[in-house]
């Protein structure tokens, strides 16, 4: 394997809103997040497009899921696939958007995008009770999107996260991808 | 048989059913945390073990909250053994939607079942020709629920091989898993038909996931070997662990063809079998 994995003995405590702690972290680094987050996704994404972010976007972090909630409370949160969000995150890191919580990493414009200004962090896909275990809700906007696309607003208590894509360009599932796209090329001449 | 006896069987496979959904989306069967742990124990990834890690102690937060292990609960896939004295009549159908209409609204369950066209969702988790059921005599009266979420299923795939082509099995096999990457929230488990017809090869794969995971033989183990060398690691990460298990059934198929069917299964193979007590 060609990653390099900067493993922390500790994870990197991280607390809302963020800043420029975000730029000293690097792929592979384990972190724990404190504080709000915003979940997104598709539609969520086109609404804040047409009629504007509803929080203040500066230093906050947006998490790809679609919880289940029930009696306003979050019952499992786990997170989705950020790859459909490749298109629609740009504007949000430019207008103060520091972190992307999701699974499956995102694509080279995201990458490219983060540049500078924030990290993409990995969350275990199916880990739902994990993640209702270290949440509260604390709000809703967009709630006639229906419960998986409205855009909750949680706290987290020590969410644990790692860095998948740093501010500096380096992207751990792009290695990997690359990696096992040498390792299926070799395989498939044997 | 009396009325009363069919409501009696009726109101008992409806709650074994609820029962059994419920057990299987909270808690995974022993062979399924047995070879997770195994894998968390043996895997040499900092960032891989991150991941286990948090694996593992969702799968403990969710015995311990009473709640669903993913968010994505799935669709019923049922499988029923009915002994000789239990006539299999459209009562067992309608009990065991019954159940998992239950299970739905008191677990609860994420209502995943929508039409195929319009879109439209039951709500319930049932529908047309939904839950899929599957019968088999049994001694025993059984029904098993193996709730199937939807990132890994739509990564599965059907090759109808060559019969020439036996030693490509693997490699269709290795292309599936490599062509899913992240996607199927790794380390799998993967089922494999081979043989039968084309709807026979995808049902005895998805079968396949169903058996003991902590026993392979030594082509299971060959094909496992050959998928882990890929590295796409736990959700895509990296590391030594893409499939925790692979599992092989065969059934006999014409002499012109080969029917190879690969049925993807996230780390979470959640299935529960509850006897039904009459």
New interface residues.
């Given amino acids: 394997m060609t990653v390099k994995t900067a493993k922390t003995a500790k994870p990197v405590q991280l607390r809302t809103p963020l800043g420029e702690e975000v730029l000293a972290l690097h792929a592979g680094d384990h972190v724990e997040l404190s504080g709000l987050v915003y979940t997104a996704r598709d539609e969520a994404h086109l609404r804040m497009q047409k009629d504007g972010i509803p929080f203040d976007p500066n230093g906050a972090v947006i998490y790809h899921c679609g919880p289940v909630i029930q009696d306003k409370q979050v019952i499992a949160a786990g997170p989705t696939t950020s790859a459909r969000m490749n298109e629609l995150s740009g504007s949000l890191i430019e207008k103060g958007v520091r972190a992307l919580i999701g699974k499956g990493g995102m694509g080279t414009r995201v990458r490219d995008e983060l540049n500078g200004r924030g990290v993409y962090l990995a969350f275990t896909g199916g880990c739902a009770a994990l993640a209702a275990d270290r949440m509260t809700l604390k709000g809703v906007f967009f709630e006639d999107l229906g419960m998986a696309e409205a855009v909750w607003v949680i706290e987290l208590d020590r969410l644990p996260l790692v860095v998948g894509i740093d501010s500096h360009g380096s992207d751990i599932f792009g290695e990997v991808s690359k990696h096992s796209d040498a390792e299926f090329a070799r395989y498939r001449k044997s | 048989m009396k009325s009363t006896d069919h409501t009696r069987i009726h109101k008992a496979l409806a709650k074994a059913t609820f029962e059994a959904y419920k057990s299987a989306v909270i808690r995974l069967p022993p062979d399924v945390l047995r070879v997770i742990e195994q894998a968390a124990a043996s895997e040499t990834?900092?960032?891989a073990r991150?991941?286990f890690?948090?694996?593992l102690?969702?799968?403990s937060?969710?015995e311990k909250?009473g709640?669903?292990?993913?968010?994505?609960t799935g669709v019923p896939v049922i499988y029923l053994t009915i002994p000789p004295d239990v006539p299999l009549t459209q009562e067992l159908y309608d009990a065991v939607a019954e159940g998992v209409r239950k299970a739905t609204k008191e677990v609860?369950l994420?209502p995943n079942v929508v039409d195929p066209l319009t879109r439209h969702n039951t709500n319930d988790n049932t529908g047309h020709g939904m839950p899929t059921i599957h019968v088999k005599p049994g001694e025993k009266f059984t029904v098993t629920v193996f709730p199937k979420g939807a990132?890994a299923e739509n990564m599965s795939r059907i090759g109808m091989l060559l019969p020439s082509q036996v030693g490509q099995i693997e490699?269709f096999v290795?292309?599936t898993v490599?062509l899913a990457?992240?996607?199927p929230?790794p380390p799998i488990v993967i089922g494999v038909g081979i043989g039968g017809t084309f709807d026979g090869a995808a049902a005895m794969a998805k079968e396949a996931l169903l058996q003991p995971l902590d026993s392979m033989t030594d082509y299971e183990r060959g094909m496992l070997a050959?998928v882990n060398?890929?590295?796409?690691?736990?959700?895509?990460?990296?590391g030594d662990f893409t499939a925790l298990a692979v599992k092989v059934k065969t059934a006999g198929c014409h002499t012109a063809s080969l029917p190879v069917a690969v049925n993807i299964q996230?780390?979470?193979n959640r299935h529960a079998t509850v006897e039904v007590s009459r």
Avoid: F, T
């Avoid at chain 2, 060398?229 to 990296?238: A, C, D, K, S």
């Fill in positions: 990834s900092p960032v991150g991941e890690a948090n694996i102690q969702n799968i937060m969710a909250l709640v669903p292990m993913c968010q994505d609860p994420r990132g490699k290795v292309e490599y990457g992240s996607r929230c050959a060398r890929l590295g796409i690691g736990p959700m895509g990460l990296g996230c780390w979470a």
